[in-house]
């Protein structure tokens, strides 16, 4: 293992430096992280660089145009990953590459970097399932103890994950249909609002009343702790074609309903995941739920899940947006906690399309939805 040349390192960073690539759905992205001398997780570099514009006008990510672009990209993202860290590649004590799950041909083209990267240089290379990037984000942020709480809301996937330590995760509810930044996007759609429909239901929600339509609350009082929000996007299609031709106070009050609908179902499931946690664990000093995804930065959900956490005592970890979405700072720091542990893969080491982080959880949809996003 390569120690770090100080001269070459920003920050003072101790122990391995890892390198992460991340290219499952459509950002090519790059990270250098590390830690300081007093443990604490430390990202010298993070480079994300998004193919939205190249798939905009197919509305959807195209896999053999992501799979293509990644491979333009990823010397020059890992290149600019490696600048902004201040450290040469020799500087690199191993490489963490995502190898599912996604979209095989962009995981073949950043596992296949890695590998490139790692074997020459005669260092390790870490095969990485990207939903544990986001399951350990806030261990990169805020050091986050094991065990705690995980809800991960992205366009790909809404989950919630006891993660209890490294590699022991159990998903204790997934969604039954759409995801739900899915439904927040097709619901910007059939009210014909720009994409991406997260942000844009958001704006519109702002100047609507919740209260004017009366939407259904899916799955609400169950005891399993699953979700379901095609219903909901439903019943916002057969109010809109009930009061077509729409004004935009009637697109703003749909939003405004959907997005009450959507925050009051995360946290109907959230508050009996919190109580099935604290059951488990009840002697946690310091117990805590944390959330990933693109969808938790919606200021309505933020608030149900702060009410929520402070009712129940259990404190919200919410990292910093840009590291919530895709990115290769969690990849590499998966990477680092499983150096430390000892571990390492073969550089024969496939890749992985379709890879539960829990794998004695059922599957109750499709992998590979809307482009595979996780
Ligand atoms: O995690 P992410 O950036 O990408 C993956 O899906 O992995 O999440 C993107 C999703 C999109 O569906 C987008 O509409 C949604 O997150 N989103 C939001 C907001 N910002 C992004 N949904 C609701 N409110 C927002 N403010
Ligand atoms: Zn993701």
């Known amino acids: 293992m390569t120690t770090p040349d100080p001269s070459l390192s920003g920050p003072l960073v101790l122990g391995p430096l890892v390198l992460g690539i991340e290219t499952s759905c459509d950002e090519t992205a790059a990270a250098v992280v590390g830690r300081d001398a007093s443990g604490r997780a430390q990202i010298l570099s993070n ?62 083209v950043g596992a296949t970097a890695a590998k490139a990267i790692a074997l020459p240089l005669g260092i390790p290379f870490l095969g990485i399932n990207h939903l544990e990037g986001h399951a350990l984000t806030p261990r990169l942020t805020d050091a ?31 969604t039954i249909d759409d995801a739900l930044g899915e439904a927040f996007d097709k619901t910007a759609k059939l009210l014909e609002l720009p994409h991406p429909g997260g942000p844009s239901v958001e704006r519109m929600a702002t100047s609507g009343d919740a209260a004017r339509f009366s939407l259904p609350r899916p799955l609400r009082g169950e005891k399993r702790l699953d979700f379901s929000f095609s219903g909901l996007k439903t019943a916002v299609r057969q109010a809109a074609e009930a009061h077509a031709p729409l004004a935009d106070g009637d ?29 488990r664990f009840p002697d946690l000093a310091d117990p805590a739920l944390a959330v990933a995804g693109g969808v938790a930065a919606n ?7 702060t009410d929520l956490s402070a009712r129940t005592g259990v404190r919200l970890v919410s990292p910093p947006h840009a590291l919530c979405t895709d990115n290769a700072a969690m990849i590499a720091y998966v990477g680092l906690e499983r150096l430390e542990a000892g571990e390492r893969d073969a550089v024969t080491l496939p890749v992985r399309p379709r890879w539960p982080l829990d794998e004695t959880a059922a599957p109750l949809i499709g992998f590979g939805k809307r482009g595979a996003k996780a």
């Not at 905009?56 to 992501?66: D, H, N, S």
């Not at 009051?264 to 009996?272: F, G, K, M, P």
């Not at 200021?299 to 899940?305: D, N, P, S, V």
């Open 251 to 279: 697109v703003a009050d749909l939003c405004a309903a959907f997005q009450r609908a959507a925050s009051e179902s995360v946290a109907d499931r959230l508050a009996l995941a919190l109580a099935r946690f604290r059951d």
């Open 144 to 174: 986050l103890a094991y065990p705690y709480l995980l809800l991960l809301v992205s366009g790909g996937h809404t989950q919630i994950l006891l993660v209890e330590g490294l590699g022991r995760y159990e998903r204790w509810g997934t």
């Open 299 to 305: 200021g309505e959900i933020r608030r149900a899940l």
């Open 47 to 108: 480079v994300v660089l998004s193919q939205i514009g190249e798939h905009a006008a197919f509305g959807g990510v195209v896999p053999e145009i992501a799979a293509r672009a990644h491979a333009e990209a990823i010397g020059g993202i890992v290149s600019a990953a490696l600048v902004e860290a201040g450290v040469a590649l020799e500087a690199i004590g191993a490489v963490a590459a995502t190898v599912g799950p996604g979209l095989v041909g962009g995981l073949i």
